[in-house]
């Protein structure tokens, strides 16, 4: 069985090996780039809407971030965010908001993902009908995560994972902690990895402008 | 004469010992290929289930699609297995099956780790992996699962160092610290898997020594009852002799 060797599978082992090499290596690739691919890049407001149902901190920093309920990726920025808030204790206040689109039945947004930011100890969860606060602070895709400062100055928006629903540390979660550090970070913004939150960014734009 | 008899006898023992191995380490190796067999169908299932339950679905807005994960979870996963099974069933037992599988093996691990979003606890499937290769008791496979392992890392490191090292800029010497965990892994495997051979020898010579001792003891007993038979002596003082020196001579 083993010294069996004739041409026909020294033509065909090395096909076969070369073969499925390539595919594996095309599959992992193929992968590699789909989680390294960000949503769509919006422009949230410099300055805290006033529109805005939330309330701003006048004394710290305060952090946003809008999750789409159902959106597997968000459940990585759940878990950076609690790692974050475990670290920026009592220097930040901060709000999850999981935005609801237009026209969804009323126990839609009652998600696991929901439950566990709630379960971060020092997050406030909104619940953001028809994603009306996503459009006055222009977010469109989920795990957004903005940081304003005490004057409603914002001071960083980008995501906080690495890569799609991938955990662990990313730079958009080290150049929030740059800023509630009082340092100046090399940018003030990251790619975010998430599911298209269904409102429109745009409203949050004209808003502000 | 009785010297070369005993040679003669000797050679044979280490041949049957040497057959006996063959014999033994073949069924070893074809049944850890069935083992890994099951387990490369298992692992599909499984990455089918972790994907279905992590992240079923894409969402944009209330709209949703089946997640990418999940078609990666089914082709990919597939394409991983394929290879591995289609040599189970071909070559069962030969050394391009089990070093395909080795590699198939740490693919598996990196496919999971990206399935279940990075979570530390998946990276435990690589050293899982190289316990289970270790049941080959063939030490270069671990040396394929880790140069397996160590190009997904180099390539992954290079292009996209967080997904690795859990840090965005690594330290250059912090591959070293990862090298270090999987070659103290292997290393301790490599013995035990070379102590296992060592045993399965051993056992061989043992069933080879007891096998011609049983043969001698019948062939002489024969002897001695034909001699018994004949009324002769001739028989006794030619066969026994001669078979009693074999065994002697072991």
Same mark, same amino acid.
């Given at each position: 069985?083993?010294?069996?060797? =004739?041409?026909?599978?020294?033509? $065909?082992?090395?096909?076969?090996?070369?073969?499925?090499?390539?595919?594996?290596?095309?599959?992992?690739?193929?992968?590699?780039?789909?989680?390294?691919?960000?949503?769509?890049?919006?422009?949230? !407001? #410099?300055?805290?809407?006033?529109? @805005?149902?939330?309330?701003?901190?006048?004394?710290? &920093?305060?952090?946003?971030?809008?999750?789409?309920?159902?959106?597997?990726?968000?459940?990585?920025?759940?878990?950076?965010?609690?790692?974050?808030?475990?670290?920026?204790?009592?220097?930040?206040?901060?709000?999850?908001?999981?935005?609801?689109?237009?026209?969804?039945?009323?126990?839609?947004?009652?998600? %696991?993902?929901?439950?566990?930011?709630?379960?971060?100890?020092?997050?406030?969860?909104? *619940?953001?009908?028809?994603?009306?606060?996503?459009?006055?602070?222009?977010? &469109?895709?989920?795990?957004?995560?903005?940081?304003?400062?005490?004057?409603?100055?914002?001071?960083?928006?980008?995501?906080?994972?690495?890569?799609?629903?991938?955990?662990?540390?990313?730079?958009? /979660?080290?150049?929030?902690?740059?800023?509630?550090?009082?340092? =100046?970070?090399?940018?003030?913004?990251?790619?975010?990895?998430?599911?298209?939150? /269904?409102?429109?960014?745009?409203?949050?734009?004209?808003?502000?402008? | 004469?009785?010297?070369?008899?005993?040679? #003669?006898? $000797? #050679?044979?023992?280490?041949?049957?010992?040497?057959?006996?191995?063959?014999?033994?380490?073949?069924?070893?190796?074809?049944? =850890?290929?069935?083992?890994?067999?099951?387990?490369? $169908?298992? #692992?599909?299932?499984?990455?089918?289930?972790?994907?279905?339950?992590?992240?079923?679905?894409?969402?944009?807005?209330?709209?949703?699609?089946?997640?990418?994960?999940?078609?990666?979870?089914?082709?990919?996963?597939?394409?991983?297995? +394929?290879?591995?099974?289609?040599?189970?069933?071909?070559?069962?037992?030969?050394?391009?099956?089990?070093?395909?599988?080795?590699?198939?093996?740490?693919?598996? @691990?990196? !496919?999971?780790?990206?399935?279940?979003?990075?979570?530390?606890?998946?990276?435990?499937?690589?050293?899982? +992996?190289?316990?289970?290769?270790?049941?080959?008791?063939?030490?270069?496979?671990?040396?394929?699962?880790?140069?397996?392992?160590?190009?997904?890392?180099?390539?992954?490191?290079?292009?996209?160092?967080? @997904?690795?090292?859990?840090?965005?800029?690594?330290?250059?010497?912090?591959?070293?610290?990862?090298?270090?965990?999987?070659?103290?892994?292997?290393?301790?495997?490599?013995?035990?898997?070379? *102590?296992?051979?060592?045993?399965?020898?051993?056992?061989?010579?043992?069933?080879?020594?007891?096998?011609?001792?049983?043969?001698? %003891?019948?062939?002489?007993?024969?002897?001695?009852?034909? @001699?018994?038979?004949?009324?002769?002596?001739?028989?006794?003082?030619?066969?026994?002799?001669?078979?009693?020196?074999?065994?002697?001579?072991?």
């Amino acid at each position: 069985m083993i010294t069996h060797s =004739t041409r026909r599978t020294r033509v $065909v082992l090395p096909a076969l090996l070369l073969g499925w090499a390539t595919a594996v290596t095309s599959g992992f690739a193929i992968l590699l780039r789909y989680k390294t691919t960000p949503g769509e890049a919006t422009q949230p !407001l #410099q300055r805290w809407p006033s529109h @805005s149902r939330l309330t701003p901190s006048s004394d710290l &920093a305060t952090l946003v971030l809008f999750a789409h309920p159902h959106c597997p990726c968000t459940h990585a920025s759940v878990s950076e965010l609690a790692r974050l808030m475990s670290r920026v204790s009592g220097r930040v206040v901060a709000y999850v908001v999981v935005v609801r689109p237009p026209g969804v039945p009323e126990d839609w947004d009652d998600t %696991e993902l929901r439950r566990r930011a709630a379960a971060i100890p020092g997050i406030r969860v909104i *619940r953001d009908g028809e994603g009306l606060e996503a459009a006055r602070f222009g977010a &469109a895709v989920s795990g957004l995560t903005l940081l304003y400062d005490e004057k409603g100055q914002l001071r960083f928006a980008g995501g906080i994972t690495a890569s799609r629903g991938h955990e662990g540390e990313s730079f958009g /979660g080290r150049r929030i902690l740059a800023v509630l550090a009082g340092e =100046t970070p090399d940018r003030q913004d990251a790619p975010v990895f998430g599911c298209a939150l /269904g409102a429109s960014a745009n409203v949050g734009v004209e808003e502000g402008s | 004469m009785s010297v070369a008899v005993s040679e #003669q006898a $000797v #050679q044979a023992i280490v041949r049957r010992a040497e057959e006996r191995y063959g014999v033994e380490r073949l069924r070893l190796l074809v049944a =850890t290929d069935h083992l890994f067999g099951a387990l490369m $169908v298992g #692992q599909w299932i499984f990455g089918i289930f972790v994907a279905l339950t992590f992240s079923p679905f894409a969402w944009e807005g209330k709209v949703k699609a089946l997640h990418m994960h999940v078609w990666t979870a089914v082709l990919l996963g597939a394409a991983i297995s +394929s290879l591995p099974l289609a040599l189970i069933a071909w070559r069962p037992g030969a050394a391009v099956t089990r070093h395909v599988i080795a590699a198939a093996q740490m693919l598996w @691990s990196a !496919l999971l780790i990206h399935l279940s979003g990075g979570r530390i606890e998946t990276h435990f499937h690589v050293f899982g +992996s190289m316990g289970i290769l270790a049941g080959y008791r063939d030490w270069p496979v671990l040396i394929t699962a880790t140069v397996v392992v160590a190009a997904d890392h180099i390539i992954r490191g290079l292009v996209w160092p967080e @997904s690795v090292y859990g840090i965005v800029n690594p330290e250059w010497w912090r591959f070293l610290e990862h090298a270090f965990w999987v070659v103290y892994a292997i290393s301790f495997l490599a013995v035990l898997c070379r *102590r296992g051979v060592r045993d399965m020898r051993a056992i061989a010579e043992r069933g080879a020594e007891l096998e011609a001792l049983s043969e001698s %003891e019948w062939r002489t007993a024969s002897v001695l009852d034909r @001699s018994k038979e004949a009324g002769t002596s001739e028989a006794h003082a030619a066969g026994a002799p001669v078979a009693r020196e074999r065994i002697a001579a072991r």
